[in-house]
């Protein structure tokens, strides 16, 4: 840590053989015994050591010292944040898309993706500001290519479909072509339309905690330790996203001074949304026509969770891995008329 043309770190002279709690040290040892009370959040020790004792109370920069306070810390500058373009971001993708038009009135298009996102920072834009998560934040600014992961958004596999069918039956199709006025006008003509999208999970990162080791305004990410289980992985019941949710909490530390933890090596739900829709048009004069249309929203009710709202905090191992919210809402219905003339 350093500031302008000095980037010498220097220890107040005021703490040489004193005793602040620790017994009557050397000026090294007393800052080694600060900052071992603060593991996890040295950033604080830091910050004790620069600001006057009037504010800490850490018996620190006590009287008339010669280290002059406030060089790293100020109370009204305690986080700056600015956009700078010098991040790096990698997307490599391949897409297939098949159109047809079959017989019998029924058309319709499939698409896939297979891709990759790599980056330093992304959010998705569900989240709220970047000042209030770790996400889309620099947490060591001197080596910010520790943060280099999978993007946010990033989805191996994307699936949609969407397609119209005009029903074979009425005036002019497969059943009832030869039908009167009035049961071709109630049966017949009706089309079906739909939109379906899938995609496999999207990523998401195991929280620090209420710990600051490397930056004084952001947590940053836990630190992965050893391999996860591949079974603890699997889905549990529920809300919960893992089968052997303490395997996966023993799997990460919390992050040493200068980390800033691993970025996203989670996966929870993707996406999953079917959408369809029934209408018809009743020729009620010449130049004047009713639309009804009955659309239906989630048809399979399918329920989809948040990965950015599991419970992954190093700080809460009794709730962790447990979903918060879903990515998807339940299933709604609306019925609609519009007369056209």
Same mark, same amino acid.
């Given at each position: 840590?350093?500031?302008?043309?000095?980037?010498?770190?220097?220890?107040?002279?005021?703490?040489?053989?004193?005793?602040?709690?620790?017994?009557?040290?050397?000026?090294?040892?007393?800052?080694?015994?600060?900052?071992?009370?603060?593991?996890?959040?040295?950033?604080?020790?830091?910050?004790?050591?620069?600001?006057?004792?009037?504010?800490?109370?850490?018996?620190?920069?006590?009287?008339?010292?010669?280290?002059?306070?406030?060089?790293?810390?100020?109370?009204?500058?305690?986080?700056?944040?600015?956009?700078?373009?010098?991040?790096?971001?990698?997307?490599?993708?391949?897409?297939?898309?098949?159109?047809?038009?079959?017989?019998?009135?029924?058309?319709?298009?499939?698409?896939?993706?297979?891709?990759?996102?790599?980056?330093?920072?992304? %959010?998705?834009?569900?989240?709220?500001?970047?000042? @209030? $998560?770790?996400?889309?934040?620099? *947490?060591?600014? /001197?080596?910010? =290519?520790?943060?280099?992961?999978?993007?946010?958004?990033?989805?191996?596999?994307?699936?949609?479909?969407?397609?119209?069918?005009?029903?074979?039956?009425?005036?002019?199709?497969?059943?009832?072509?030869? %039908?009167?006025?009035?049961?071709?006008?109630?049966? @017949? $003509?009706?089309?079906?339309?739909? *939109?379906?999208? /899938?995609?496999? =999970?999207?990523?998401?990162?195991?929280?620090?905690?209420?710990?600051?080791?490397?930056?004084?305004?952001?947590?940053?990410?836990?630190?992965?330790?050893?391999?996860?289980?591949?079974?603890?992985?699997?889905?549990?019941?529920?809300?919960?996203?893992?089968?052997?949710?303490?395997?996966?909490?023993?799997?990460?530390?919390?992050?040493?001074?200068?980390?800033?933890?691993?970025?996203?090596?989670?996966?929870?739900?993707?996406?999953?949304?079917?959408?369809?829709?029934?209408?018809?048009?009743?020729?009620?004069?010449?130049?004047?026509?009713?639309?009804?249309?009955?659309?239906?929203?989630?048809?399979?009710?399918?329920?989809?969770?948040?990965?950015?709202?599991?419970?992954?905090?190093?700080?809460?191992?009794?709730?962790?891995?447990?979903?918060?919210?879903?990515?998807?809402?339940?299933?709604?219905?609306?019925?609609?008329?519009?007369?056209?003339?």
């Amino acid at each position: 840590m350093g500031t302008g043309s000095d980037s010498t770190v220097r220890v107040p002279d005021r703490i040489d053989g004193a005793d602040i709690g620790f017994g009557a040290l050397s000026a090294t040892q007393n800052v080694y015994e600060l900052i071992n009370q603060n593991l996890g959040n040295e950033t604080y020790a830091l910050f004790q050591l620069d600001l006057p004792d009037s504010q800490t109370g850490a018996g620190i920069n006590a009287g008339s010292h010669t280290y002059p306070s406030y060089r790293y810390y100020h109370d009204q500058y305690s986080a700056l944040y600015a956009w700078r373009s010098i991040g790096q971001s990698y997307y490599h993708a391949m897409e297939v898309t098949l159109r047809q038009r079959f017989r019998g009135g029924f058309q319709g298009d499939l698409n896939y993706t297979f891709s990759k996102s790599i980056d330093w920072t992304s %959010q998705a834009e569900r989240l709220s500001t970047s000042g @209030g $998560n770790n996400n889309a934040q620099i *947490i060591n600014s /001197w080596v910010p =290519g520790q943060l280099r992961g999978v993007s946010d958004f990033d989805m191996t596999h994307q699936i949609n479909a969407n397609w119209v069918w005009d029903l074979p039956v009425g005036h002019g199709r497969h059943w009832l072509a030869n %039908q009167g006025r009035v049961v071709n006008g109630i049966l @017949g $003509n009706w089309e079906l339309t739909g *939109i379906a999208r /899938w995609t496999s =999970g999207l990523p998401y990162a195991v929280d620090n905690g209420s710990r600051w080791p490397t930056n004084w305004d952001i947590e940053g990410f836990a630190t992965q330790s050893r391999p996860i289980p591949s079974a603890a992985l699997k889905r549990g019941k529920g809300q919960q996203m893992f089968s052997d949710p303490a395997a996966v909490y023993a799997s990460f530390r919390q992050a040493y001074p200068g980390e800033s933890g691993n970025r996203n090596p989670l996966r929870g739900d993707g996406y999953y949304t079917w959408d369809a829709g029934l209408d018809k048009s009743f020729q009620l004069h010449e130049h004047t026509q009713f639309q009804f249309r009955w659309e239906v929203f989630n048809v399979t009710n399918s329920v989809r969770f948040d990965p950015h709202n599991v419970n992954v905090n190093l700080d809460n191992p009794s709730s962790f891995g447990l979903a918060g919210s879903t990515l998807t809402d339940k299933r709604v219905m609306q019925l609609s008329g519009r007369v056209e003339f």
